[in-house]
């Protein structure tokens, strides 16, 4: 039976960069899959594009690309990458020059572009899936919409001699599902492969955090080794077939225990995990040990794909405005308090507007709010924290400043100030009907 | 009495303004002791002034595992929330604190 080991080079956009070397050296791959786009990231890339129209693509890709092309071209490795984020185009260029300074032109580069869905969305006033409401009441805020494309135009450029495919946004399974469904010629329409390879691509998609990273927890999950944490490899049979494992020697672990956790990441209804290529179903999932560092992991299913994409929609959504500063020592809970009445008195009798407020001491309440933390023994320091939702820059900053007066107008030895001011570009989705996103692939020369 | 961590790990992951956490037996001899106890109920009534929404509990019994799903837990979304851990990435510590009863030690 014919195998493909495709490895996991990022999980996100600002991940380790020497692990996807380490696997294109020594992991016997022939695909290396950067997945580098988060939620929001394509909105704010839409953002910087705007600023320079041949920007606007992963801040990192040159350094990534730098780094492992040399040792992907003498191993015949093919990457496949969302580093295009808002300008697949554009990252292609980039890449293409990389290759040309590295002596590497005969490499073939296709960008896939079409995901960027803006102007069909704007035409169509399509509902927003987390709140009430359409698309339409964002206005001139609106900055981006981006449909998860899947895995169809990547295994096309793959089909006509891509090395490197770079695309924008598209399903972070899909970016491993390409290079199966281009091996084997998996048919667009047999669910039940579809749906185990898409459990490969989502174990694969976050790189570390199957091989022991996001999982350690002394005494009860350790994990060695961690600063040299090696990232995953999958290796796929063309009858879906799946072992997780890593480079021999590297750091971490694969364990049932790591897969098991990383199976269920962001994910709802097993039953129904929706994709842009299929309905996957990971609800009848066995993972089992079969040697140390591998782990095989069968019994994913699907169910066929429906009429809509889901579409990243980006846009300015507010200000956030945020003040810290700490206490030490005896005490230290008592003044902290006491600062938090201070500062919330004078964001009163100064009238800062704020639609939404957190007041908290970080080392008591900060991350689980006052009920969850009620029983927590008295720490030796505590840093209180606020932050208030704005509708302007002037009135977040505001908020920072009332927190810095602490310094001398509040109680005794706080010390670290720290605030900040920021515009807040959020995410919703919506659903677009799929024959509205328009894929297609270009070839960029070296 | 014992805690959930005993028996039990945990990973959180986020969309949107929902939290998902999955449960995962250590030793599925004590998954029957999760699907008692670690209950959607239990579980929102655990994270009392987090989660505004309904939790949903998933069952896996192939994996020995739980999954929730908690609607209105990350302060409006990951992409506006005003919390400094906005993705509510540490939220699995917390519900690894959950009281167990009658349970044998962790494997």
């Known amino acids: 039976m014919r195998t493909i080991r495709i490895g996991s080079g990022a999980g996100y956009s600002g991940d380790r960069i020497e692990p996807a070397v380490e696997l294109a050296e020594k992991g016997d791959i022939q695909y290396l899959v950067f997945e580098c786009l988060g939620e929001r990231t394509v909105a704010l890339a839409q953002q910087a594009r705007m600023k320079d129209p041949d920007g606007g693509f992963d801040p990192l890709l040159e350094e990534r690309i730098r780094a492992v092309l040399p040792v992907c071209a003498a191993n015949g490795i093919k990457i496949v990458t969302n580093m295009g984020a808002a300008n697949p185009l554009g990252a292609a260029r980039k890449t293409a020059e990389v290759a040309k300074l590295l002596g590497l032109s005969q490499l073939k580069i296709a960008a896939v572009i079409g995901d960027d869905v803006l102007d069909a969305c704007k035409d169509g006033d399509f509902g927003i899936m987390e709140f009430d409401g359409t698309i339409k009441q964002f206005g001139n805020r609106l900055l981006s919409a981006n449909a998860y494309l899947g895995a169809e135009p990547m295994a096309q450029a793959l089909g006509a001699g891509a090395d490197i495919v770079i695309t924008g946004r598209a399903s972070d399974p899909a970016l491993f599902l390409a290079p199966m469904i281009h091996a084997f010629g998996w048919a667009m329409d047999d669910w039940n492969l579809l749906g185990q390879g898409t459990v490969a691509g989502h174990l694969l998609e976050c790189a570390g955090q199957i091989t022991g990273g996001y999982f350690a927890d002394p005494g009860y999950k350790d994990i060695p080794d961690l600063a040299r944490l090696g990232f995953p490899i999958g290796e796929v049979g063309e009858d879906g077939s799946l072992v997780i494992t890593k480079v021999e020697g590297s750091g971490g672990a694969v364990t049932a225990r790591t897969c098991k956790e990383q199976l269920l990441y962001e994910v709802h209804d097993p039953t129904q995990y929706i994709q842009p290529d299929v309905v996957a179903d990971f609800s009848q999932v066995r993972v089992e040990e079969i040697a140390q560092d591998r782990v095989r992991v069968s019994g994913g299913r699907g169910t066929a794909r429906t009429n809509t994409l889901k579409v990243s929609v980006g846009y300015v959504d507010s200000f956030i405005g945020e003040g810290q500063i700490s206490y030490a020592g005896p005490g230290a809970l008592a003044r902290g308090r006491l600062a938090l009445e201070i500062v919330r008195e004078r964001l009163q009798l100064t009238g800062v507007a704020a639609s939404e407020w957190r007041f908290e001491l970080i080392g008591v309440d900060s991350l689980h709010g006052a009920q969850v933390s009620a029983h927590a023994n008295e720490p030796y320091e505590v840093r209180l924290r606020v932050a208030g939702r704005t509708e302007s820059l002037r009135e977040a900053i505001r908020i920072g400043n009332e927190v810095e007066t602490l310094y001398t107008n509040g109680p005794a030895a706080g010390g670290g100030a720290f605030k900040s001011a920021r515009d807040v570009v959020a995410v919703a989705s919506v659903l677009l009907p799929r024959e509205l996103a328009k894929p297609q692939i270009q070839f960029v020369g070296a | ?107």
């Open chain 2, 1 to 107: 009495m014992t805690k959930l961590r005993e028996i039990a790990h945990s990973r959180t992951g986020d969309k949107g303004n929902t939290s998902n956490i999955s449960v995962i037996a250590y030793d599925e001899r004590h998954y029957p002791l999760l699907l008692a106890q670690v209950t959607s109920a239990r579980v929102r009534a655990h994270f009392a002034g987090v989660v505004e929404g309904e939790v949903v509990r998933y069952e896996l019994p192939n994996i020995s595992a739980l999954n929730f799903v908690m609607t209105g837990a990350l302060g409006g979304g990951v992409t506006r929330s005003l919390a400094s851990d906005a993705h509510g990435k540490s939220l699995s510590s917390a519900l690894l604190d959950l009281e167990i009863e009658d349970s044998s030690e962790r494997s």
